[in-house]
């Protein structure tokens, strides 16, 4: 496992957004100040990266205009991604 930054376009995010906006925006107020203190979880697969949690500080992220998000970057087997969709 490693963290970096990636780009918040080439994070894929298959599931559908279940948000609290009003999270969002205190989120993205804490972010502002003190910076994202705990990276989010991404699954890499083939080169591709794939979202499933921290939505939250993702939309945080874009709400400020970001481009990139501290990722922890787990490379797994396309049957991971799988069953993270099913």
Do not use: W
């Not at 970096?4 to 925006?25: A, F, G, S, Y």
């Not at 921290?54 to 396309?78: D, F, M, N, S, V």
């Amino acid at each position: 496992m490693r963290i970096e930054e990636i780009e918040l376009h080439r994070i894929n995010r298959p599931l559908p957004k279940q948000t609290d906006k009003n999270k969002v925006k205190r989120l993205a107020q804490s972010i502002a100040e003190e910076g994202l203190r705990e990276p989010i979880d991404v699954l890499e697969v083939d080169g591709k990266y794939y979202g499933f949690s921290g939505c939250h500080r993702y939309e945080a992220h874009q709400l400020l205009a970001k481009e990139t998000i501290k990722c922890r970057i787990r490379r797994a087997p396309y049957s991971v991604l799988r069953s993270h969709l099913a």
